[in-house]
């Protein structure tokens, strides 16, 4: 009798713990999905303020959106249909990839991820790799030439295609990589525009997603479950000079919540008075007026500025609050 009893409990007690861990799971479900439309409505959110603050679509577009294979250019394509659905304007859109033919690319992935996308879509295959080996000496970087050669093909196409738009994957992060990479080394206060006309004068290119964080992208890579194709493949010396910026500015972010985002402000609050750009401002007519300007410099006074942490958004600040800088890093400030 006392062997059925404690058999009874054994199992009412297996029982309970399965119904813990059942509810445990829902719990944990609800949450992830919580996470995921409260991300996907961040990234939507601010690519539809890039959208808008540029005029970046217009009625009657077609959009020629560039994919990889890379999570930023998934997250494109993905936001954009949403935007397809749900906008008071009509455009079209047709995902374009280039084979550029480099040794173990996985052709299948693509054209079998866009087949259940409900987008109209287009392989190319071009073999720029060859002539890529062909001209660059072993060792030295290709990103260069490949660069120009895959421009080239993807302008010819957009324009075989019709399209009005060209569409890139470039986010907030790479606008400011590539700021400080002009500063750094190129002795010019530049960046990657959210909207340019093409070098050749023929392309409007647009980058809806200037305004998105790219931590913000990667998070929804992963919970989308994108078929990531590896962007090494050619065997090419990473950019060491963009690697070098890249763990520069994560470094800042992680420590100094706030300052990446002040940083991308700066970008978006230009006031070419305040530089040295004699081509840009008239500093050689120069004379007073005799009226104030409340945005005058006040050339003898110290700057004074506040804590970076006031450019964070709701979300933001609420990933800072979980994650507290050691104290060693709290006191050392740049």
């Known amino acids: 009798m006392q062997n059925t009893s404690q ?3 054994i199992v009412n007690t297996a029982d309970a713990n399965e119904q813990v861990m059942a509810t445990n799971d829902s719990n944990a479900s609800k949450r992830a999905k919580y996470s995921l439309n409260k991300l996907e409505k961040r990234i939507r959110r601010a690519a539809g303020q890039a959208i808008e603050d540029f005029a970046m679509i217009a009625d009657g577009d077609r959009i020629m959106v560039c994919l990889s294979g ?60 060859s002539i ?58 530049k960046s990657m525009p959210p909207k340019l006309v093409s070098d050749n004068g023929q392309h409007v290119v647009i980058r809806p997603l200037a305004y998105v964080r790219e931590k913000d992208i990667s998070k929804y890579a992963a919970a989308q479950n994108y078929p990531i194709i590896p962007c090494n493949l050619c065997g090419s010396q990473e950019n060491l000079q963009r690697k070098v910026i890249k763990d520069l500015l994560k470094t800042w972010d992680r420590q100094y919540p706030g300052r990446i985002e002040s ?25 007073p007026t005799g009226v104030a300007n409340p945005n005058g410099d006040t050339a003898f006074d110290q700057a004074t500025f506040t804590d970076a942490r006031h450019y964070l958004d709701e979300d933001a600040l609420d990933e800072d609050a979980r994650s507290e800088p050691p104290a060693e890093l709290q006191i050392l400030k740049l």
Request: with cysteine.
């Open 70 to 129: 890379g999570k930023d250019s998934y997250t494109l394509l993905t936001t954009l249909q949403y935007f397809q659905k749900v906008a008071p304007i009509q455009f079209e859109l047709i995902a374009v990839n280039l084979d550029q033919k480099q040794p173990g690319f996985p052709e299948h992935v693509l054209p079998e991820y866009l087949a259940t996308q409900d987008v109209a879509f287009k392989i190319i295959e071009e073999d720029t790799y």
């Open 132 to 189: 890529v080996k062909d001209k660059i000496p072993a060792g030295k970087t290709t990103c260069s030439l490949c660069s120009r050669l895959r421009r080239g093909i993807l302008y010819k196409t957009a324009q075989q295609l019709g399209a009005t738009k060209i569409a890139l994957g470039h986010h907030r992060d790479d606008i400011l990589e590539t700021l400080f990479l002009n500063m750094f080394y190129g002795g010019a206060l």
């Open 263 to 287: 940083m991308f402000k700066a970008l978006t609050n230009v006031v070419p008075s305040h530089l040295a750009d004699y081509k840009l401002f008239d500093f050689k007519n120069l004379h």
């Open 7 to 9: 058999q009874a409990s």
